[in-house]
């Protein structure tokens, strides 16, 4: 197989798989107990949870564990708007991941009022929107770092200006963002962050979010999960120390290399779609230049259908539109954000390079899924 679907999930690097294999083993105590083998799987979570912050440029005081993006999401958003007491107003944007759109919608049938925000037709936020939405009794925006289908990354730092300015606190999922770009939450403004293990080569079942002191100092959010009392009371259950560490380990890894690495990401994606447009017509629902992703491309073919292609290229592990999404038939939200006519959506392919993709891999790619979506007759409607 030849996996070019990074932004559904990553392989494990090695040195995570290493990690976790240590932590499995000599990490097996209770890291809330006070016995000596507690301590040690206690200081290797707390290692972990250093690297978190220092990726970040957080406290370690306001990192929390959780399962992942989806958790994180529902936790900052459901956490913050219960804080409040009575009905809010939450602001978002129409192409955020279901975790956030179906966190806030349940909101809405509590009784809290949502405004959803649009794009423009590279799916980016004018955050002279976000100002203009914003009321007396909003309780929190909620802003994704980049999107997961179309790599658009969004201007979070002026949003954050914006929110900060008026003393909402903002929600970032950095879910797609954090392994391709430099993240700090005080550049952001932001005063929540989540992200996941899996998509930064880290285990799956594993994920952060960031809460700001400032903001817990005010009121704390509501815990979604009540019981023992871990992460300060914001997350109970033990925690699932080999992933917490194996997610440290990936931390450590991405901390080392990101910025050469978005730059080698870039030339295979360059490659590849150099290769595709030699040999068949396509056009590109996503940006490549700055202000997307530096991996990840979303493209069309005309007249295919894109589910049927990629059961012909099975060997190929690419996706169409979210993966999160896909055993939902129903066209892309994001896709349909930017207004992408149907028959652009139902051609439309996600291609994402990684860490361990090559050359040959992206060139490779360009010729079986031009071979097929080329040979393609017609869809007729
Ligand atoms: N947010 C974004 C932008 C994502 O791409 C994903 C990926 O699935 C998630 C949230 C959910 O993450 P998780 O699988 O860790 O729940």
Not at 25 to 37: F, G, I, K, R, V
Not at 242 to 263: C, N, P, S, Y
Request: net charge neutral; glycine share 12%.
């Amino acid at each position: 197989t030849i996996y070019l679907d990074h932004q559904a999930t990553t392989p494990v690097d090695p040195a995570v798989v290493e990690a976790m294999n240590f932590a499995a083993t000599h990490c097996y105590a209770n890291p809330s107990s006070p016995h000596a083998a507690g301590i040690r799987a206690f200081r290797e979570v707390e290692r972990a949870r250093g690297a978190v912050a220092r990726l970040i440029g957080a406290g370690r005081s306001e990192i929390y564990f959780t399962s992942g993006a989806t958790e994180g999401n529902n936790l900052a958003i459901k956490g913050v708007a219960a804080r409040t007491g009575g009905p809010r107003h939450v602001v978002t944007t129409a192409v955020e991941h279901k975790s956030v759109l179906d966190t806030c919608r349940s909101l809405r049938e509590a009784g809290h009022e949502v405004t959803v925000l649009p794009v423009d037709g590279e799916g980016r936020i004018d955050p002279g929107r976000v100002a203009a939405a914003l009321r007396p009794d909003t309780a929190l925006v909620s802003v994704m770092l980049a999107n997961n289908e179309i790599s658009t990354v969004q201007p979070v730092a002026e949003i954050g200006a914006i929110t900060g300015a008026a003393g909402v606190p903002l929600h970032c999922d950095a879910t797609q963002g954090v392994g391709s770009l430099p993240v700090d939450v005080r550049t952001l403004g932001v005063d929540l962050l989540t992200f996941s293990g899996h998509k930064i080569y880290g285990p799956k079942g594993v994920g952060v979010l960031y809460v700001s002191n400032r903001l817990s100092d005010r009121a704390p959010l509501a815990p979604l999960l009540h019981g023992g009392g871990q992460e300060r009371g914001l997350r109970a259950g033990t925690l699932n120390t080999a992933a917490v560490i194996g997610l440290g380990a990936a931390v450590g890894v991405l901390a080392a290399g990101r910025q050469e690495e978005a730059v080698r990401l870039a030339g295979l994606r360059g490659r590849f779609l150099t290769e595709l447009a030699h040999r068949v017509p396509y056009t590109l629902n996503s940006g490549t230049g700055p202000g997307f992703l530096p991996h990840a491309v979303n493209l069309s073919f005309p007249d295919v259908d894109a589910q049927q292609l990629l059961l012909e290229v099975a060997d190929l592990a690419v996706s169409t539109g979210s993966a999160c999404n896909s055993s939902a038939q129903e066209p892309s939200h994001v896709l349909r954000a930017i207004g992408l006519p149907p028959e652009r959506i139902r051609g439309s392919v996600r291609i994402a390079f990684g860490r361990f993709s090559t050359e040959a891999e992206a060139v490779r790619a360009a010729h079986v899924l031009a071979a097929v979506a080329g040979a393609r007759p017609p869809v007729t409607a």
